[in-house]
């Protein structure tokens, strides 16, 4: 553990991905995989917005001899980007949003994905691959969540451990850029500002260790100033139908900078056609605020996807 907190678990990663990157810094114009993207230096806008729903179910016969319990799923998901540059300036905005419940006979409806983020940035060109940034960030989450007891699956053997703004992440950010390609960047923030918000003032007695998510107890907001903040972002058709991206955050503070915390969310897609696509997906955290050991999400799911 002592070594994960010395080494980010994304940085051998992303170095690869730069040098990557640096070789291909001219963009091949007649490649359609590069049809929708920011592809020159000139003045130009871009904008892609996707809405998608995925419906999973399953059901057995009393008398089924694999055993099985039957259940349904439903997840939907919104996702807006947009990307304009006119001279040496740009602005870039991402919002991204997703819930999913799911229901198994004999239980009550539990969520498994719900997440929304919003990232406001804007850019001043300092040299083609080099500029200046600054940009606002929000991170939180819909509904409230719960812990399950595993003997019993009634009211009294759930407890809530997050809600809407219960954690809300909200970071300010000033500092270099680096985009080798236009596919992926890499943003430097010293002195980086987070906010962490915890509205729900009881919510500390059923967070791991009563933590409250770094919040003291008591209050509603913590500000953290970051001795260093780093940002990598990659999103990219790898191969036709096929697009992949991801998002790291690592954040040193001040306060305890070798207590880094990290965040890698990423998300593979495969389109079958126009509508139907299979989306592969996976979080892992790092945060002495919220977990002392890592946390891992991942989900699997079959659905439709409308893109304009």
Known sequence: MRTWKRIPFGIFF?????????????????NPLYAARLK????????????GANLNQGSFSSNWT???????????FFNALSENKKGKDSWRNDFQSQYGIVRNKGQQSRKNADRIFFDIKYNRELSPKWSFFANLNFLSQFGAGYEYSSSSDTIEFKKKVSGLFSPAY????????YRPAPYFFVDVAPGA????????????VNTPDQKNYGVPIGKRVRTEAALIQLVANFDKDVAKGFNLKFRYL???????????????????????????????????????????????????????????
């Open 14 to 30: 992303i170095l690869y991905l730069i040098s990557t990157a640096s070789a291909q810094n001219k963009v091949d114009l007649t």
């Open 40 to 51: 020159t230096s000139k003045d130009t806008s871009w904008r892609k917005i996707e809405f």
């Open 66 to 76: 694999g055993g099985g319990v039957n259940s349904v799923a439903l997840g939907v």
């Open 170 to 177: 909200v970071t300010e950010a000033i500092g270099i850029e």
């Open 193 to 204: 500002l987070r906010q962490t918000i915890v509205l729900d003032r009881d919510l500390y």
């Open 250 to 308: 690592m954040f040193s503070s001040f306060e305890h900078p070798m207590e880094i915390d990290n965040r890698l969310d990423a998300q593979l897609t495969a389109k079958f056609n126009k509508y139907v696509n299979v989306n592969l997906g996976a979080i892992v955290v790092y945060d002495k605020d919220q977990s002392n050991s890592i946390q891992f999400a991942q989900a699997m799911s079959i659905g439709f996807l409308f893109a304009f």
